[in-house]
């Protein structure tokens, strides 16, 4: 329950036009719902501003269903990322106005549109091999509502086409920064701009790169000031972290 519905369902209330039974009832998992396999935080997006989010991976699809069905019921609408294709079709079947991403693994019901802050959100991303953790990044700042713009296959083996989007760096209020191999872009990024920057490591890269080890590795110790990092291949966490930033 978000902190608008919570808001109506009081004023309903208080205008005489709905009875306090029938409100309680409205209230009935809240805060919290128990399912067999779950435990659904409904009180979230009062105390966080966003709403529960679905990890599917490790899920079975009809757990996955389950979990999204009351989300919906009790929210209007869910977000689900590191879903399978057998879970998002079998979301679809039961939401067709649902959007499925497949190459970042997203899932996405929308009921109305978010209160989105002010400022934009920029999503570099170093080589289309990184793409599907820049697309998780980018929808999960769309489930935010937050405004995203994005730099594709902007790395540092051709610098030139990073420096020729001057503009749309200088831009952006908060910045997310996806690279693999030696992780060397957000470093680049952190020296040009004065706004806050979220450096996310891919797994992308040969035999030494470690699974995006080398990356993080990098990435972490950046001579540029102001370069935060979040864990390798965490789209969500940096598009989360960007959340906060602007709200705040």
Avoid at 47 to 54: A, I, K, L, S
Avoid at 108 to 128: D, F, N, W
Avoid at 139 to 151: E, F, I, S
Avoid at 168 to 182: C, F, K, T, Y
């Amino acid at each position: 329950m978000t902190p608008e519905q919570l808001g109506r369902l009081l004023d309903e209330v208080a205008r005489g036009a709905l009875d306090p039974q029938s409100a309680l009832e409205r209230l009935r998992h809240f805060p919290t719902e128990q399912l067999p396999f779950a435990q659904l935080d409904h009180h979230r997006a009062l105390r966080q501003g966003t709403p529960e989010v679905v990890f599917c991976q490790g899920k079975t699809v009809e757990q996955v269903v389950a979990i999204c069905e009351r989300l919906d019921a009790a929210g209007g609408g869910f977000f689900g990322t590191r879903a399978s294709e057998a879970q998002a079709e079998a979301l679809v079947a039961r939401f067709p106005g649902m959007r499925w991403n497949p190459l970042g693994r997203t899932v996405l019901l929308k009921r109305g549109t978010p209160a989105a802050p002010p400022g934009t959100v920029l999503i570099a991303c170093a080589g289309t091999s990184d793409l599907p953790v820049a697309e998780e990044a980018a929808d999960t700042a769309d489930a935010l509502g937050l405004a995203v713009a994005r730099l594709s296959d902007v790395g540092v083996a051709g610098i030139h086409r990073l420096l020729n989007s001057g503009e749309a760096l200088r831009s952006a209020d908060v910045l997310i920064v996806v690279a693999g191999m030696e992780g060397a872009l957000p470093s680049v990024v952190g020296g040009l701009v004065d706004k806050p920057v979220i450096a996310v490591p891919t797994s992308v890269g040969y035999g030494a790169s470690f699974g995006g080890l080398a990356a993080l590795l990098a990435m972490l110790n950046s001579c540029a000031a102001g370069v935060t990092v979040v864990n390798i291949d965490n789209g969500f966490g940096a598009a989360m972290a960007a959340g906060r930033i602007l709200r705040s």
